[in-house]
């Protein structure tokens, strides 16, 4: 890292996204996340006569559902740093050191962070270190080694 490095991450002051900001953020682009597997989905009701089609333990909307998910969070955070839902509420995703993102940090964030939270039911409560935590960070967020501020 040079000097000049260095120096910038000093200098910038951020302030970090608490627990409420981030849970609005989260709901809407669920909302959205929902949207794209409605459009998707459609048409697999007039397949089967509307029964869902069962791939071994899951459903195809199931798989669908989740891919979705993950791409969505994925690829939004590597080439905008945001959602839509922290687009609309001002928040960005950063790295610790305030480098780019890069793709091990998201994965490390976006799918296993998010998978942990998903695997048992109370570990969706572990969303709560954000309210918590000194920097605000969640437990996704301390894998991936990142921080959710507030747009300057």
Same mark, same amino acid.
């Given at each position: 890292?040079?000097?000049?490095?260095?120096?910038y991450?000093?200098?910038?002051?951020?302030?970090?996204?608490?627990?409420?900001m981030?849970f609005?953020?989260y709901?809407?682009?669920l909302?959205?996340?929902?949207?794209?597997?409605?459009?998707?989905?459609?048409?697999?009701?007039?397949?089967?006569?509307?029964a869902?089609i069962?791939?071994?333990?899951?459903?195809?909307?199931?798989?669908?559902?989740?891919?979705?998910?993950? #791409? @969505?969070?994925?690829?939004?955070?590597?080439?905008?740093? =945001?959602?839509?839902?922290? !687009? $609309?509420?001002?928040? /960005? +995703?950063?790295?610790?050191?305030?480098h780019?993102?890069?793709?091990?940090?998201?994965?490390?964030?976006?799918?296993v962070?998010?998978?942990?939270?998903?695997?048992?039911?109370?570990?969706?409560? #572990? @969303?709560?270190?954000?309210?918590?935590?000194?920097?605000? =960070?969640?437990l996704?967020? !301390? $894998?991936?080694?990142? /921080? +959710?501020?507030?747009?300057?």
């Amino acid at each position: 890292m040079s000097e000049n490095e260095v120096e910038y991450t000093e200098s910038v002051d951020y302030r970090f996204a608490g627990f409420w900001m981030r849970f609005w953020a989260y709901l809407a682009d669920l909302l959205i996340v929902f949207s794209i597997n409605g459009i998707l989905l459609s048409p697999s009701k007039f397949i089967n006569d509307g029964a869902g089609i069962d791939i071994g333990f899951w459903t195809m909307a199931g798989i669908v559902g989740v891919i979705v998910l993950y #791409l @969505y969070f994925l690829l939004m955070t590597k080439y905008f740093g =945001q959602t839509l839902g922290k !687009m $609309i509420f001002g928040l /960005r +995703v950063i790295r610790e050191d305030a480098h780019s993102l890069e793709w091990k940090d998201l994965i490390f964030r976006e799918v296993v962070g998010r998978f942990i939270h998903r695997v048992f039911f109370f570990t969706g409560l #572990l @969303y709560l270190f954000v309210a918590f935590s000194g920097e605000k =960070q969640g437990l996704h967020d !301390m $894998i991936g080694n990142t /921080r +959710v501020v507030f747009d300057k």
